[in-house]
C-alpha cells in the first residue's frame, strides 16, 4: 500500500461517489509506482458495491485516463486478475468550496445607513422604551423577573399498594364518623345518613377487598388517607335503615333487624351473607313468618321383603313335575343322536 497513490487517488474527481471509492480500492492495493492486480470480486467487498458496478467503473476509469489494465495469464494459460497501473502524473482537481460574503465584501452603498434598522428599538420614537424590560436597580444590576406560568416543582414519590392485611385505624374511623355526621347536618342528600361504626367497618373491608384485588398501574396511591376520604364521599349517606326507608339488605345493620322483625335472626354459623338473605326474604313472603322446614325425602327406592312361601323355595309337586321334564328332554335328545342321519 502507498499512501501516495491513496493521497493521488483522494484528490482525484470523478463525478460519482462509486467511480471514487473504486479508484480509492485500487489505489488502497497499489505499490509506489501504482501497480497492483486486485481482483473483481475484492474491490466489490471492499467498496461494498456490486461485480458488475465495479466492473462498469473500471472501464469508465480506463477510457478517462485515472488507470490501465492490463490481462494477465497463469503459467496454465488461464486468465487472472487484470494488473493496473494508476496514472499518478494526472494532476489533482481543484476544488472550489463557496465562501460566504463577508461584511467587508458589500459595497459601501449595500452597508445599511442607519444601525437603527436592525435596533429591536427601531420601531420606537427617541426616549421611549420597550415594555416588559426587566428594571434595573440602584446598583445597575439586572432585577430577576419570574416567568408567568411557572408552578412548584410536583412530587415525584412512587405510590404504594395497599396491604393485604390493612385495617381501619381509629383516627380513619374517628374522621368517618364525625364527617359523616357533618355531612349529615348540613347537606340534604346526606340527610339521615350518618355512618355508624358498623357501617363504616363494612365499607372499611370493601375498601380493602377492592384495592388489594385491583391490578396494574392503578393501583397504587401516593396518599391512603386521602384515598379512604374519596371513597367516603363517594360512597353516599348510610342507606337501608328503617328511618331512611331505604332497602334491607344494603347494610348489615338493617338486614339484621329485619331478620329479627321476621323472626329469623342472625345468621347461622357458616352460612353466608346470600343465604341468610334468602331466608329473610322467605320469611317476609310467607307472612312475615319463617317457612317450616321441609320433610326430607329419601331418593332410596322401597325394598319389599319376600313372603314365606318365597323363602321355602318350590314346592315338592313343582319339584316332581321339573324333575320328569328335564328325564324327557335328556331321553328325547338321546334319541336322536342315535338316528342315522338321511340323504336327500
Given at each position: 500500500m502507498s499512501f501516495d497513490a491513496l493521497a493521488w487517488a483522494w484528490n482525484q474527481k470523478t463525478g460519482s461517489a462509486g467511480r471514487k471509492a473504486t479508484l480509492m480500492g485500487v489505489a488502497q492495493f497499489a505499490d509506489e509506482d501504482g501497480y497492483?492486480?486486485?481482483?473483481?470480486?475484492?474491490?466489490?467487498?471492499?467498496?461494498?458495491?456490486g461485480e458488475r458496478t465495479v466492473r462498469d467503473h473500471l472501464v469508465w476509469l480506463e477510457a478517462?485516463?485515472?488507470?490501465?489494465r492490463c490481462?494477465?495469464?497463469?503459467?496454465?494459460?488461464?486468465?487472472?486478475?487484470?494488473?493496473?497501473?494508476?496514472?499518478?502524473?494526472?494532476?489533482?482537481?481543484?476544488?472550489k468550496t463557496k465562501r460566504k460574503k463577508q461584511p467587508a465584501d458589500f459595497a459601501a452603498?449595500?452597508?445599511?445607513?442607519?444601525?437603527?434598522?436592525?435596533?429591536?428599538?427601531?420601531?420606537?420614537?427617541?426616549?421611549?422604551?420597550?415594555?416588559?424590560?426587566?428594571?434595573?436597580?440602584?446598583?445597575?444590576?439586572?432585577?430577576?423577573?419570574?416567568p408567568k406560568g411557572l408552578t412548584e416543582?410536583?412530587?415525584?414519590?412512587?405510590?404504594?399498594?395497599?396491604p393485604s392485611d390493612w385495617e381501619l385505624k381509629t383516627e380513619w374511623l374517628d374522621w368517618t364518623?364525625?364527617?359523616?355526621?357533618?355531612?349529615?347536618?348540613?347537606?340534604?342528600?346526606?340527610?339521615?345518613?350518618?355512618?355508624?361504626?358498623?357501617?363504616?367497618?363494612?365499607?372499611?373491608?370493601?375498601?380493602?377487598?377492592?384495592?388489594?384485588?385491583?391490578?396494574?398501574?392503578?393501583?397504587?396511591?401516593?396518599?391512603?388517607?386521602a384515598t379512604w376520604r374519596n371513597w367516603v364521599r363517594k360512597a353516599g349517606p348510610m342507606r337501608g335503615t328503617k328511618k331512611s326507608g331505604g332497602a334491607w339488605w344494603l347494610a348489615p345493620e338493617s338486614a339484621l333487624a329485619k331478620a329479627n322483625e321476621v323472626g329469623v335472626g342472625p345468621a347461622l354459623r357458616g352460612e353466608s351473607d346470600a343465604q341468610w338473605h334468602a331466608r329473610i326474604r322467605a320469611a317476609i313472603d310467607n307472612g312475615g313468618k319463617p317457612p317450616a322446614p321441609r320433610a326430607i325425602q329419601s331418593a332410596a327406592p322401597q325394598m319389599t321383603l319376600p313372603n314365606e312361601d318365597e323363602k321355602r323355595g318350590p314346592s315338592p309337586a313343582s319339584r316332581a313335575s321339573l324333575s320328569e321334564s328335564l328325564a324327557l328332554l335328556r331321553a328325547r335328545n338321546a334319541g336322536a343322536l342315535s338316528q342315522p342321519s338321511q340323504q336327500p
Open positions: 497492483c492486480w486486485p481482483g473483481q470480486r475484492m474491490l466489490a467487498e471492499y467498496t461494498e458495491q478517462n485516463g485515472y488507470l490501465t490481462a494477465r495469464k497463469r503459467p496454465d494459460g488461464t486468465n487472472a486478475s487484470d494488473a493496473y497501473y494508476l496514472n499518478l502524473q494526472k494532476p489533482a482537481a481543484e476544488f452603498s449595500e452597508k445599511p445607513k442607519n444601525n437603527r434598522q436592525n435596533s429591536p428599538t427601531a420601531d420606537f420614537a427617541d426616549g421611549e422604551k420597550l415594555q416588559n424590560q426587566p428594571a434595573k436597580s440602584a446598583g445597575h444590576e439586572p432585577v430577576i423577573v419570574k416543582p410536583v412530587s415525584t414519590a412512587r405510590g404504594s399498594r395497599l364518623t364525625t364527617s359523616t355526621a357533618r355531612f349529615a347536618e348540613e347537606l340534604d342528600e346526606w340527610k339521615d345518613g350518618a355512618w355508624s361504626v358498623q357501617h363504616t367497618l363494612f365499607e372499611a373491608e370493601k375498601f380493602r377487598d377492592y384495592w388489594t384485588a385491583k391490578s396494574g398501574k392503578d393501583a397504587s396511591r401516593t396518599d391512603w388517607p
